[in-house]
């Protein structure tokens, strides 16, 4: 598993049309993580976010393509929920 494996995958999704298609479709990091497996390329979720810098160098190259991938390993892409600041309810504390 490497970088250089998720880059090359990463190239050949951008000159693929049907793979490239299924990458933007990916929901998680995972569902891209398996499908690089399935074309022959293992690599971790660390390796793609230490690749994401170069996409970034190679933006129009790769175009659409690395904001798919952005998304996914952007860090407000979890299953959290999102919060706000909670409204005051309430009284406050009376000091003595």
């Given amino acids: 598993m ?10 050949q999704a951008a000159t693929d049309p049907a793979l ?6 990916a929901e998680q990091a995972s569902d891209l993580i398996n499908l690089g497996e399935t074309q022959g390329f293992a690599f ?3 390796h793609v976010r230490e ?6 160098a190679q933006r129009g ?6 904001e798919a991938i952005l998304e996914l390993f952007s860090p407000s ?4 929920p ?3 600041v909670q409204p005051f309810s309430g009284d406050a504390p009376s000091h003595h």
């Fill in 2 to 11: 490497s970088k250089e494996n998720a880059l090359s995958f990463l190239q």
């Fill in 20 to 25: 490239k298609s299924q990458v933007q479709g």
């Fill in 44 to 46: 971790s979720p660390d």
């Fill in 51 to 56: 690749a994401i810098p170069e996409l970034k």
């Fill in 61 to 66: 190259f790769f175009g659409d393509l690395v």
């Fill in 77 to 80: 892409h979890d299953n959290y």
């Fill in 82 to 84: 999102a919060t706000g």
